[in-house]
Nanobody, 121 residues
Framework: QVRLVESGGGLVQAGGSLRLSCAAS????????MGWFRQAPGKEREFVAA????????YYADSVRGRFTISRDNAKNTVYLQMNSLKPEDTAVYYC??????????????WGQGTQVTVSS
């Protein structure tokens, strides 16, 4: 019964920045590992970043490491994805997901509806 709602997407120029937010409700957010995924036109959904429930461990896809930063504010039941130095290939629908199992299980049970990020050249 967990609901995730993404926001913050939009149209930006290459080299610009966006911060995505994912607000959670209906569950115990602080116990969930959280992840960001994206899906570009004609491609499969791919992993972007993840953050653990409490310790704060993070993991990034090679394609975004050094440019994107995942963070969370448990008091606000929100996870963020700060995206800097955006490239046209970052264009995709970005999804927030919650993993209620152990860190690294890669079993995300809950998903948001997605927010569109478009990076122009």
């Amino acid at each position: 019964q967990v609901r995730l709602v993404e926001s913050g997407g939009g149209l930006v120029q290459a080299g610009g920045s966006l911060r995505l937010s994912c607000a959670a409700s209906g569950g115990t957010f602080s116990t969930y590992h959280m992840g960001w995924f994206r899906q570009a036109p004609g491609k499969e959904r791919e992993f972007v970043a993840a953050i653990s429930s409490s310790v704060g461990s993070t993991y990034y896809a090679d394609s975004v490491r050094g440019r994107f930063t995942i963070s969370r504010d448990n008091a606000k039941n929100t996870v963020y994805l700060q995206m800097n130095s955006l490239k046209p290939e970052d264009t995709a629908v970005y999804y927030c997901a919650a993993e209620p199992r152990r860190w690294g299980s890669n079993q995300y049970d809950y998903w948001g509806q997605g927010t569109q990020v478009t990076v122009s050249s």
